[in-house]
């Protein structure tokens, strides 16, 4: 089956929460990769986060987890999740614990260090 | 301050989901880590698994996430949660769901072995 | 920009690779995730392996260089990159070397543990 | 078997290797993860650091291999186990030769990383 | 300056603590890697498990914390260094105490499937 | 059978590439691990980067791979492997093609921030 519809489903999804993602994305990437800008369109958001069978605030804290647990390099991205999740409705507390669960799978220098992570993103909405 | 309830009150959660399970734990490790199953339901079950602020079924699948994201190494213990995951509430599909969004973070065959351990667990409640 | 031909090709490249791949997957895991078998057509195949600008040797052995730098839990899927790699024209010496390569990087049990999926492998096409 | 003297001995090594550490913990944490930082003295320092069965040299020259494995997200927590082992009695030569081992495990970027925080913190000795 | 001795040095503990490990490994890869056996003594055992400034004993205590921290996938590597610790002087309980603490690091999944393989290893030595 | 070329061919290729560059680690490393620039120079580049049976630019575009897929913490070490493909004759597309396809192993962050330095490099050279 063609899922034509990947690509509109997440184009919409991701400038409603990014506007202006897939230019920034193209003008950054498609001169070296062609067609990378409308590729995460239809791949990340189309084919990820808008589908089915997950409420958007399970799916967030869940990729926050993932995040969370890998370690510090994915800094910039477990950042713009927990955004994701505070919009979702998660709480601030419901964050926090769901990082410090991840002491016991990615050990606590991981969970400390998104800890960290997630207390910089409260403070910035806080003075927004 | 100091937490005396932390072993109390994991040993009651432990031994709910799991009937014998710190006696079992003394069995196979006290002998060489003394205290260990102890430390286990304090530790743990006490100051992880039951603490307030996070639902139990979007605590255990976060739990599910971060597990798959992590690799096949983890997978006895994928097993246990995604049961646990189930027993709270989730559906199989919401399983599968936050399993199949870690393809983007802990890549595509970390996602595809975590699926198979969850149909495992699938096929073995099925028939029991 | 709409990649409406990434299911096509990909759906192509994989059956011409593994004839009936897509039913095997929807038999397998569409049941519990809708529509998973030909997103993996369409994403994996489609949006990755199809793509241009890099020939499928040098693709194929960057797979399995990064497999074998993550370590021993990609067991399956680097057996399967190792004979794409083949396929595609590299010798089994090339194989060797490139993971050989990755000891530097993924450390030497994980390189051991490769070289041994790679024996595999090879034995298992000798014997064909 | 409870363990009530694990928050008391923990807070007490703590205290003594950093004074006011869980003040600083709970200013910083509990706001959004209630009774963090005395869980942190009962649980890393009660239940592990205090362990008996191993001398604290090698717990740190332990813990020191196991952070530079695991690459360089750990660093702010592989400074503070360098200097823990080097207050333990370990030699600077005695640090470096754990690190440059972990080179077969973690990779060599991992290791020169990991020897590069080793000469910050023997920088900063020599300085102070 | 050229080590000149690294190969001579490497292949006298090899083969002190593995009779027969160059022409076992000589055997199993030099077909598809030329000079990989000889590699390994020059390297990993010249290069590395006899330099001096590290007595044995913790050398092989730093290996295991960082092989159960990095998590299963090193499993026949670690036990292989559970044993060279033990036959370095290292009781079980250190053992033990090594592989727990890197809870804190590699996680509680990756610290209990390495106490499962130490296990291993003491009941196999207990029975010879 | 001892490689006692390794240092020799090891430290040539390492010297044309980086003039002075055992120098410099020398100054840097030796009086904590004496040794370790020689061991560099015989080790990495004797042992691995001078092997033969495999071409330059696939070694360093495998190389490339495995650190764009461990993720960021191999970032400095990533920058020079990128700038080896280019100058060992791989187009900044193959480049990138190769990091991008790293999405399906080492997750869509790891990929990205391996793409960012990527750029880094490219708009280097292009200022160079």
């Known amino acids: 089956m063609n899922d034509s519809d990947a690509y509109t489903r997440g184009k919409a999804m991701a ?3 990014n ?8 003008v950054r990437y498609d001169a070296i990769l062609p067609g990378f800008s409308s590729s995460m369109m239809e791949v990340a958001f189309g084919h990820y986060y808008t589908r089915e ?4 605030k399970t799916r967030y804290l869940a990729t926050v987890a993932a995040l969370a647990a890998l370690g510090g390099q994915t800094g910039p991205q477990l950042k713009v999740h927990i955004k ?5 409705g998660a709480s601030q507390r419901e964050v926090a614990e769901v990082i410090n669960q991840m002491a016991l799978y990615g050990g606590f220098p991981a969970m400390i260090n998104a800890l ?3 207390i910089e993103v409260f403070e910035a909405e806080a003075a927004a």
Do not use: K, V, Y
């Open 15 to 17: 400038e409603a929460t």
């Open 19 to 26: 506007p202006g993602i897939e230019d920034a994305l193209a």
């Open 53 to 56: 069978g997950l409420d958007d």
């Open 84 to 88: 994701n999740a505070l919009r979702s």
């Open 116 to 118: 960290n992570a997630a």
